[in-house]
């Protein structure tokens, strides 16, 4: 059965740069494009960064662009998600989230992991 | 950016009680329109995508409509495990989450 365990997250001063990691297992991780999101404790969804399966294509939301990136292992079943220039307002649990459709995208979510508490605090 | 605005923002029903959800994007987003279900303390579950089609697994009570800007969630009869936050989804060139509307045990 599909499995993303995420790792990394912890508490990190304004500023500071932090890497999350997501251990895929259970399907073909080389041929599915990965998505992060990220919750604010009590808050909704956000959209954080999109690569596709080969590594070919990266989007960002607006808020991190320039500061986070997405990047991934495929002989490792591993993505990744570096966090530079952390501000108080990227304080939430980061998921990685599978996209359905292989050797392609849809941009939706088909599986997520149980994510990572990131805190951004002095 | 695309704006989805969710109705209402809470749902007080009953079990076996129909519940509807209403999604709204500021412009038009086709049929790319997803639904999520969050319970507590879990990660968000896939329910419909493409507006109206059921992910894999979804009971046949959860059923989606709509095109353009206006999309709905229908849960035919609330089971005790339908008790939850749902999100609705676009993938525009910057993909957005609704605010989410909890349903609540009246």
């Known amino acids: 059965q599909v499995q993303l365990v995420e790792s990394g997250g912890g508490v990190v001063q304004p500023g500071g740069s932090l890497r999350l990691s997501c251990a895929a297992s259970?399907?073909?991780?080389?041929?599915?494009?990965m998505h992060w999101v990220r919750q604010a404790p009590g808050k909704g969804l956000e959209w954080v960064a999109f690569?596709?399966?080969?590594?070919?294509?990266?989007y960002y939301a607006d808020s991190v662009k320039g500061r986070f990136t997405i990047s991934r292992d495929n002989s490792k079943n591993t993505l990744y998600l570096q966090m530079n220039s952390l501000r108080a307002e990227d304080t939430a649990v980061y998921y990685c989230?599978?996209?359905?459709?292989?050797?392609?995208?849809?941009?939706?979510?088909?599986?997520w992991g149980q994510g990572t508490l990131v805190t951004v605090s002095s | 950016e695309i704006v989805l605005t969710q109705s209402p923002a809470t749902l007080s029903l009953s079990p076996g009680e129909r519940a509807t959800l209403s999604c709204r994007a500021s412009?038009?987003?086709?049929?790319?329109l997803a639904w999520y279900q969050q319970k507590p303390g879990q990660a968000p579950r896939l329910l419909i995508y493409?507006?109206?089609n059921r992910a894999t697994g979804i009971p046949a009570r959860f059923s989606g409509s709509g095109s353009g800007t206006d999309f709905t969630l229908t849960i035919s009869s609330l089971e005790p495990e339908d008790f939850a936050v749902y999100y609705c989804?676009?993938?525009?060139?910057?993909?957005?989450f609704g605010g989410g509307t909890k349903v609540e045990i009246k």
């Open positions: 989230a599978k996209d359905p459709k292989g050797f392609g995208e849809t941009y939706y979510f088909d599986y």
């Open positions: 259970g399907f073909t991780f080389s041929t599915y494009g």
């Open positions: 690569l596709r399966y080969d590594g070919s294509n990266k």
């Open positions: 412009q038009s987003v086709s049929s790319y």
């Open positions: 493409d507006a109206s």
């Open positions: 989804q676009q993938r525009g060139n910057q993909l957005t």
